[in-house]
């Protein structure tokens, strides 16, 4: 089968806002200054959506499954089976050709567009790869990305941190918290992204479980089993191609697939989040997680570029958590 696909809205089966719980938007600021961004979200902890973040990049139109096929087609990738809306539990990586696995995703999408089933059969999930290890040469595609939206020590090595996620309509990540209590600058691609968000403290109504997971559907949330959550403060937004998401430290969200979708997003720190992930220990946080917080912490603080400590941090970039 060719290795393309058009991209097309999924078929939504009821997702959405369920139990009466009424989902609040968040802010969309189009044309976002840096300078505005991190004076009125970053300083402030709050989520925001920048329309059109990647308009500049040739990497909305050139990133296509031809591209990928050409490119890394015979690469062996890690696919992850079990991000599903019953948790992590049975969360397991499998290796498979990229090739292969577009090809499972065109005949997926194509029988998704012929009314032949719709989930029960969803292929697995690419899902938090480093990016540069599918596309080597993103940096010619990204030409024109809006840098000035992390801070400047991650400006000249930021793709080195970036992440690639593809996956078919319906892909789920489950409600949780990224691991290292980072910011995260999440844009998409190709698809659509539907996220559900709730701040870090509303983590107590959440029923969270291995550190980070929560056990609530935030999208058909059981409320006889999880009555803690009928007081959660919950927001949801849609992410479009060329959006960017901002998400503070700890931010919860459950995150799904509307269409056949293609992302990328970076986590980071500054000085002072790197120190507060480091004290996390004491809240649980798993030691591992500590170390990468603390190999950032010092390269930030101690005033050494990034580039010199990526070989200690690189390992995070594969870790499954």
Same mark, same amino acid.
């Given at each position: ?22 989902? /609040?938007? !968040?802010?969309?600021? *189009? ?5 505005? $961004?991190?004076? #009125? +979200? ?89 990016? /540069?290890? !599918?596309?080597?040469? *993103? ?5 024109? $990305?809006?840098? #000035? +939206? ?172």
């Amino acid at each position: 089968m060719a290795a393309s696909i058009n991209w097309h809205p999924g078929v939504d089966k009821g997702l959405g806002a369920e139990a009466g719980k009424l989902h /609040l938007p !968040i802010d969309r600021r *189009a044309n976002l200054s840096p300078e505005d $961004f991190f004076h #009125d +979200y970053v300083t402030q902890g709050r989520p925001v959506v920048v329309p059109g973040a990647l308009k500049r990049c040739p990497a909305l139109t050139s990133w296509t499954f031809d591209k990928l096929q050409q490119v890394s087609g015979q690469r062996t990738v890690k696919l992850k089976q079990g991000l599903n809306e019953e948790g992590v539990a049975g969360l397991k990586t499998i290796a498979v050709r990229l090739g292969d696995y577009l090809d499972q995703l065109t005949d997926f999408e194509t029988r998704l567009q012929r009314n032949e089933g719709w989930a029960t059969d969803r292929p697995p999930y690419l899902h938090d790869v480093p990016l /540069l290890s !599918i596309l080597p040469d *993103a940096a010619n595609d990204l030409d024109g $990305f809006p840098a #000035d +939206y992390f801070p400047e020590w991650y400006r000249a090595d930021w793709l080195e941190f970036a992440q690639f996620f593809l996956g078919p309509s319906h892909s789920l990540t489950p409600l949780h918290f990224d691991c290292l209590l980072t910011h995260n600058l999440f844009f998409q691609v190709r698809g659509r992204k539907r996220f559900i968000l709730l701040h870090h403290d509303q983590l107590p109504f959440c029923y969270r479980y291995r550190w980070r997971w929560c056990e609530v559907d935030a999208e058909n949330p059981d409320l006889r089993r999880h009555p803690l959550y009928r007081e959660a403060q919950v927001r949801e937004c849609t992410v479009e191609p060329g959006d960017m998401l901002y998400m503070p430290p700890g931010m919860l969200h459950h995150v799904r697939s509307l269409d056949c979708s293609m992302s990328f997003n970076v986590d980071w720190h500054t000085c002072g989040s790197a120190i507060q992930g480091m004290l996390a220990l004491r809240r649980g946080m798993p030691l591992k997680n500590v170390y990468y917080n603390a190999v950032i912490a010092f390269g930030q603080c101690a005033g050494q570029p990034a580039g010199r400590v990526l070989p200690w941090y690189r390992s995070y970039l594969n870790y499954v958590s």
